[in-house]
């Protein structure tokens, strides 16, 4: 063996169940085949641990990281083992260049979420990529004439990348060493700090250690994030990576982004041979995952003063501007980027529950609007939740200082509600160049955060009783 028992148990789950296959069989095809699943499988998730901080600030990620040439475009829709090689190669070879920044370089360090040294030695590791790079020259061969490899090319190519196995070795567990995988369960706030009960995701067994921990910032319910050792701030992972049950078996998986199929996302298993994949609808999240990688001079030209601003241009600048304001006041908070609709919602970690800013009616009477919307699919939890904060309305009334409005049957028939507070901005010109109202746009939006925050675990309670009674 490779790995002992108790090495596989300290790596991160979506790997280590792939590992303990490889290091079970006896058979050398079977073998060989799985140590590329596992080679696959962890380019992809380097992949996904380099580009998952950049969510949380995109004007970092676009003025520091040197778009990327020679990539197809729309390649994140169908990408190959090809296309997550040129990623991690890139993105490394960003951070190394920003060691020789101190400002750069500090910024980074806080959007990753300060992790220990050895972790990012070991994430920019050029052997890493070179041993994942050659790996996939060997894959394509080998795909590409399955079904007539031979004894003696299976004991080659079983025995080279045993090898570079066995180099990558101390690499993984250094780098897993002081940081680990965990997926968000139930929270609890009280006095600024939330606590969390998790599922530790280590280890192969899809058994998992449960623990409470105390973070900074809120996670959301089911929720796969990494965390460093020390942190209090951990780290959402892109939903390119899900523990969640098979479709056929109901049983608990681990699946991997692999492309766009339609409307859906195709995600794949590669632990887990009776449920091989699973097809789920494109969400914000994903669409937040496809903005990473829109042309780098997109967002110049919305903002361009030599270009006529559409609407949606402007509604793009402003909600960047408050969006990343937002980031700042509260870091972690969401992963959510700007968007050129007349709406941004920001999750609050309860399905259905959201915060948003919208603007409403024509120019020059345009309206801008903060709420809470409710729109479970189940209108009782809905009506229920309102009820429990129309129940504070005085507290909620004497927060913001100004008429709240209250509206429990409000959209889908009379099943969604909403809590709102209105302020004519005339157009959205003006309201570009007054900072009083774009300071009254993000200060009530904290102010609804905090009020949310406060009383999520009774609303989460409440909504649980409301669903299972």
């Given at each position: 063996m490779i790995f002992s028992n108790s090495e596989i148990e300290s790596l991160p789950f979506p790997i280590a169940s792939i590992l303990r296959?490889?290091?079970?069989?006896?058979?050398?095809?079977?073998?060989?085949?799985?140590?590329?699943?596992?080679?696959?499988?962890?380019?992809?998730?380097?992949?996904?641990?380099?580009?998952?901080?950049?969510?949380?600030?995109?004007?970092?990620?676009?003025?520091?990281?040197?778009?990327?040439?020679?990539?197809?475009?729309?390649?994140?829709?169908?990408?190959?083992?090809?296309?997550?090689?040129?990623?991690?190669?890139?993105?490394?070879?960003?951070?190394?260049?920003?060691?020789?920044?101190?400002?750069?370089?500090?910024?980074?360090?806080n959007i990753f979420c300060n992790p220990s040294s050895n972790f990012l030695k070991n994430l920019i590791d050029k052997k890493i990529y070179e041993i994942l790079y050659a790996f996939r020259e060997d894959r394509n061969t080998w795909k590409a004439h399955s079904g007539i490899l031979g004894n003696k090319d299976i004991e080659s190519?079983?025995?080279?990348?045993?090898?570079?196995?066995?180099?990558?070795?101390?690499?993984?567990?250094?780098?897993?060493?002081?940081?680990?995988?965990?997926?968000?369960?139930?929270?609890?706030?009280?006095?600024?700090?939330?606590?969390?009960?998790?599922?530790?995701?280590?280890?192969?067994?899809?058994i998992f250690f449960t623990d409470i921990i105390n973070t900074k910032i809120p996670m959301e319910?089911?929720?796969?994030?990494?965390?460093?050792?020390?942190?209090?701030?951990?780290?959402?992972?892109?939903?390119?990576?899900?523990?969640?049950?098979?479709?056929?078996?109901?049983?608990?998986?681990?699946?991997?982004?692999n492309r766009i199929d339609g409307n859906q996302v195709r995600y794949v298993s590669y632990h887990y041979e009776d449920d091989s994949e699973h097809f789920l609808d494109i969400d914000?999240?994903?669409?937040?995952?496809?903005?990473?990688?829109?042309?780098?001079?997109?967002?110049?030209?919305?903002?361009?003063?030599?270009?006529i601003k559409t609407a949606p241009d402007k509604y793009w600048e402003i909600f960047d501007e408050l969006i990343n304001k937002f980031k700042e006041a509260k870091p972690g908070s969401t992963f959510r980027s700007s968007s050129r609709d007349a709406w941004l919602a920001l999750p609050v970690g309860t399905t259905g529950i959201h915060l948003e800013w919208n603007f409403s009616g024509k120019e020059p009477y345009k309206k801008l609007n903060i709420s809470i919307h409710l729109e479970n699919d189940n209108y009782r939890v809905n009506h229920e939740v309102f009820d429990f904060f129309n129940n504070q309305k005085d507290k909620l009334q004497e927060l913001f200082n100004q008429e709240l409005l209250f509206e429990k049957n409000w959209l889908r028939n009379g099943e969604w509600s909403r809590i709102f507070i209105l302020k004519d901005v005339e157009t959205l010109d003006n309201f570009m160049k007054n900072n009083k109202l774009k300071d009254w746009a993000f200060k009530n939006m904290i102010k609804f955060y905090d009020f949310y925050m406060i009383n999520q675990e009774e609303v989460k309670n409440l909504v649980n009783k409301v669903k299972f009674h």
């Amino acid at each position: 063996m490779i790995f002992s028992n108790s090495e596989i148990e300290s790596l991160p789950f979506p790997i280590a169940s792939i590992l303990r296959l490889y290091e079970a069989k006896k058979n050398p095809r079977m073998k060989l085949e799985h140590l590329f699943h596992f080679f696959e499988a962890l380019t992809e998730f380097l992949s996904v641990i380099l580009l998952s901080p950049f969510i949380q600030d995109k004007g970092f990620y676009d003025r520091e990281i040197t778009p990327l040439k020679n990539i197809k475009p729309n390649w994140y829709k169908t990408p190959s083992i090809g296309d997550w090689n040129l990623i991690n190669r890139w993105i490394t070879k960003s951070i190394r260049r920003f060691r020789e920044n101190k400002s750069i370089y500090k910024k980074f360090l806080n959007i990753f979420c300060n992790p220990s040294s050895n972790f990012l030695k070991n994430l920019i590791d050029k052997k890493i990529y070179e041993i994942l790079y050659a790996f996939r020259e060997d894959r394509n061969t080998w795909k590409a004439h399955s079904g007539i490899l031979g004894n003696k090319d299976i004991e080659s190519l079983l025995k080279k990348h045993t090898k570079n196995l066995e180099i990558l070795k101390p690499k993984l567990l250094d780098l897993f060493s002081n940081s680990y995988l965990i997926l968000a369960l139930d929270i609890k706030y009280k006095q600024g700090i939330f606590n969390h009960n998790i599922k530790r995701i280590m280890g192969p067994n899809i058994i998992f250690f449960t623990d409470i921990i105390n973070t900074k910032i809120p996670m959301e319910y089911g929720g796969l994030y990494l965390l460093h050792q020390n942190s209090n701030r951990p780290i959402k992972l892109l939903p390119l990576i899900r523990i969640i049950p098979g479709p056929k078996t109901n049983k608990d998986a681990c699946y991997f982004y692999n492309r766009i199929d339609g409307n859906q996302v195709r995600y794949v298993s590669y632990h887990y041979e009776d449920d091989s994949e699973h097809f789920l609808d494109i969400d914000d999240e994903i669409n937040d995952f496809f903005s990473l990688f829109e042309p780098s001079e997109t967002y110049k030209d919305f903002i361009s003063p030599k270009k006529i601003k559409t609407a949606p241009d402007k509604y793009w600048e402003i909600f960047d501007e408050l969006i990343n304001k937002f980031k700042e006041a509260k870091p972690g908070s969401t992963f959510r980027s700007s968007s050129r609709d007349a709406w941004l919602a920001l999750p609050v970690g309860t399905t259905g529950i959201h915060l948003e800013w919208n603007f409403s009616g024509k120019e020059p009477y345009k309206k801008l609007n903060i709420s809470i919307h409710l729109e479970n699919d189940n209108y009782r939890v809905n009506h229920e939740v309102f009820d429990f904060f129309n129940n504070q309305k005085d507290k909620l009334q004497e927060l913001f200082n100004q008429e709240l409005l209250f509206e429990k049957n409000w959209l889908r028939n009379g099943e969604w509600s909403r809590i709102f507070i209105l302020k004519d901005v005339e157009t959205l010109d003006n309201f570009m160049k007054n900072n009083k109202l774009k300071d009254w746009a993000f200060k009530n939006m904290i102010k609804f955060y905090d009020f949310y925050m406060i009383n999520q675990e009774e609303v989460k309670n409440l909504v649980n009783k409301v669903k299972f009674h």
